[in-house]
């Protein structure tokens, strides 16, 4: 492992602790008693306090120093002064330990008394400092010039989403963002707990992947020798909870899907789904609206919440437009009893790719989703959906050819999917069959036929309305987040590069190359001054580390530095 040069000192520093009898990671209990946010709101004069953080700042003066200390609540000015720490004639703790070394970043526990400085700064003056973790890496810290202007911020997504655990340390707003999360999970629960529902868990791994139309991730049990999903969603389990007797369940489900990453999509999400029994999506529509209406509130104070340049009102109660209604709107085409070959000629004609493994539920979707579905910024229930895009939806009441069911749109996106439950057993036998029809024509997210489930509904399984909120998304959109990696602390990301180790030919060369860019072959080879066999190997494997290519013009062959 090659490290840095701070990296060196700070062992060095590491080693030298320890000759002095310093444990730079004890394991005895630290006794905070106190948070900087704690001591800034209940703040009193000369008050004995034990805090622990990171010295992120410090400002040394001969015998005094300020420094900033960040615990999980905040920052707090702390004070040390040598002859404070050291009451002696052993002034060590002070010149060597706290002067040399420590470092920003190091993990300390403090014991002092509170004042307040000249000009109002509310601090802690320290009297006793512990080492609670000396830390072998830098932190990214910004840095601020004279005029104000930051540097070197820690702002990559890529690095800040692979290291969340440093932007967490060096960017504080990142932590509102998942506190935030917390209480939106909280109101949720409140308001189902209130109502008397229970909250449930069921299974991850699941023999059959089923409640939704995905790609599974597929593993296998050793023990059992059988093929196993990790869940696409957990609404079959639910409903037999449902048939078993309870009246309203719920669960924050974490699901796995193995289909694309962007924005606003992860492989692991988190939905949380809810069935009452004896209920209809129409009264779903009404306790959704109630709902997001009380999250909205509890997790910002208001209804009203800017995503972006679009204020959202999450007050009830919400528009209520039918799906091929919309279509027509916004397209102006009616595809209300179109068939497969119809809708196909149609989407091409909106200009949309499709393929001939598309069936009418595929394709009505990708005419409103591309077509319709950027227009809802404020809360929208798009309702009544054909029965091909909806397998485990009940019959419309008024129209067999639709079902009843509605998504949920906010700023654009789908925010939450309910149905009123099919618990018809032959009916939900003949979807299952025409969901496994599409995956024969090659639809990979066709729906398995769940056998178990098929009997559960034999035995019988009341009047039941379900629903799945996404959780991510909504708060990306009570946080104002565009990106779903802004709001998992640890989203799945693309394998990490690894860092290429050169030998000194080849370091050489890059060095060479380096200020120009490109250099015609000959010129580099004579400048290097290698032999024959060093130069092709070095070149060879610059080659295949993808860190320079070789260029044929008219002019000859060109060495190019890779960027």
């Known amino acids: 492992m090659q490290l840095s ?165 060096v960017n504080p707003h990142v932590k509102e963002t998942f506190v935030k999360r917390t209480k939106i999970t909280n109101s949720i629960r409140q308001f189902y707990n209130e109502k008397g529902y229970l909250e449930v868990e069921t299974p991850i791994l699941q023999p059959i992947p089923g409640g939704a139309a995905a790609r599974p991730f597929l593993t296998h049990h050793n ?77 910002n104070g208001t209804s009203k919440v800017r995503v972006g340049e679009n204020e959202i009102e999450f007050k009830a109660p919400y ?28 989407a091409q004609k909106l200009g949309l790719e499709v393929d001939e493994t598309m069936g009418v539920g595929k394709l009505i979707d990708e005419i409103f989703g591309e077509k319709c579905e950027h227009y809802y910024i404020q809360p929208t229930f798009i309702t009544d959906y054909p029965k091909e895009m909806s397998p485990l939806t009940k019959e419309h009441r008024d129209n067999p050819a639709l079902t009843e069911r509605f998504e949920l749109m906010v700023n654009g996106k789908e925010l939450a999917n309910c149905y009123s439950e099919l618990n018809d057993p032959i009916d939900q036998r003949e979807r299952f069959e025409e969901q496994l029809r599409l995956s024969e024509k090659g639809d990979d997210e066709a729906m398995f036929i769940d056998q178990d489930f098929l009997r559960a509904l034999e035995y019988g399984m009341p009047p039941t309305s379900g629903i799945g909120i996404g959780i991510d998304r909504l708060v990306m959109l009570l946080t104002n987040n565009s990106s779903i990696q802004e709001v998992l602390f640890f989203p799945q990301m693309r394998p990490e590069k690894k860092a290429v180790e050169l030998t000194e030919e080849e370091k050489a060369i890059v060095a060479i190359l380096k200020p120009q860019g490109t250099m015609e072959l000959a010129v580099l080879k004579s400048q290097a001054g290698l032999s024959g066999k060093k130069w092709d190997k070095s070149m060879k494997a610059l080659s295949k580390h993808g860190l320079t290519k070789v260029n044929k013009t008219e002019d000859g062959l060109f060495v190019e530095l890779s960027s």
């Open 5 to 169: 040069e701070q990296e060196i000192i700070r062992r060095e520093k590491l080693a030298k602790l320890r000759e002095l009898g310093i444990d730079p990671y004890p394991a005895a209990l630290y006794p905070v008693n106190a948070t900087s946010e704690d001591i800034k709101k209940n703040f009193v004069e000369a008050k004995k306090v034990v805090v622990s953080g990171r010295l992120m700042s410090r400002r040394i003066q001969g015998k005094a120093s300020f420094a900033e200390l960040q615990d999980s609540a905040g920052r707090i000015q702390v004070y040390f002064n040598r002859d404070e720490i050291c009451t002696g004639e052993d002034k060590t703790l002070y010149n060597e330990v706290y002067k040399k070394l420590l470092d920003i970043g190091d993990i300390i526990g403090i014991e002092g008394e509170l004042f307040t400085t000249q000009v109002g700064e509310k601090t802690i003056k320290v009297q006793h400092f512990t080492i609670l973790c000396k830390t072998l890496r830098p932190l990214p810290l910004p840095k601020k010039d004279a005029d104000g202007n930051i540097y070197d911020e820690f702002n990559d997504p890529e690095l800040r989403y692979r290291q969340r655990y440093i932007d967490l340390v």
């Open 223 to 299: 023990a059992l020798n059988i093929p196993l999903y990790l869940r696409i969603a957990n609404e079959l389990y639910l409903k037999r909870l449902i048939v078993g007797g309870f009246d309203g369940v719920y669960e924050f489900s974490k699901d796995f899907r193995n289909e694309g990453m962007d924005r606003t999509h992860n492989p692991e999400f988190t939905v949380m789904e809810l069935y009452v029994a004896y209920k209809d999506y129409h009264w779903m529509m009404d306790t959704t609206e109630q709902l997001l209406e009380k999250v909205a509130i509890d997790a």
């Open 319 to 346: 528009a209520r437009v039918p799906i091929l209604e919309a279509i027509k709107i916004h397209t102006g085409v009616d595809v209300s009893g179109m068939g497969e070959v119809e809708l196909r000629e149609t």
